[in-house]
């Protein structure tokens, strides 16, 4: 829990720092550099609504602590092993040794399993079939 919040409190020292540091860029006051950044601002925000959705996603995940990393879970017929669980992304390893990478927004849009934790009570129920195959005598 604290390597997050560290990263989310260096992001926000850095932005702070940039926004501070914009009146003394060299040309900030001329119509040319105010036009270029009005510009990257409109490309920045049409663009980045897809980034924004798994950043909070993300955060979702992270703080909310539905899932931790090393529990098994199931999502939308991926499981796996939580390996790591980042800002964007969700990284499971599955019982083959392949790293299954999925979105955070997909994760947090989806009905996932997750088979870590206990439940709380007197216990719970497990499903199984047994059978025996047609070539097993039965003596």
Do not use: C
């Given at each position: 829990?604290?390597?997050?919040?560290?990263?989310?409190?260096?992001?926000?020292?850095?932005?702070?720092a940039l926004t501070m540091a914009y009146p003394y860029l060299p040309g900030s006051g001329t119509e040319a550099f105010k036009g270029v950044w009005v510009l990257v601002g409109v490309?920045?925000?049409l663009s980045a609504?897809?980034?924004?959705?798994?950043?909070?996603?993300g955060l979702i995940l992270t703080y909310s602590r539905i899932y931790r990393k090393g529990e098994f879970i199931h999502v939308s017929?991926?499981?796996g092993t939580i390996t790591?669980?980042?800002?964007?992304?969700?990284?499971?390893r599955n019982g083959m040794g392949l790293e299954i990478t999925l979105p955070n927004a997909f994760v947090?849009?989806?009905v996932t399993k997750n088979?870590?934790?206990a439940v709380e009570g007197p216990g719970?129920?497990?499903?199984?079939?047994?059978?025996?195959?047609?070539?097993?005598?039965?003596?």
């Open positions: 829990m604290v390597a997050p919040t560290r990263r989310n409190a260096k992001v926000a020292v850095w932005l702070f490309m920045i925000s609504s897809n980034l924004i959705a798994q950043a909070a996603s017929g991926h499981e790591d669980l980042g800002m964007f992304t969700t990284r499971l947090l849009g989806n088979y870590s934790r719970f129920v497990i499903d199984t079939k047994v059978t025996i195959g047609d070539d097993t005598p039965w003596r």
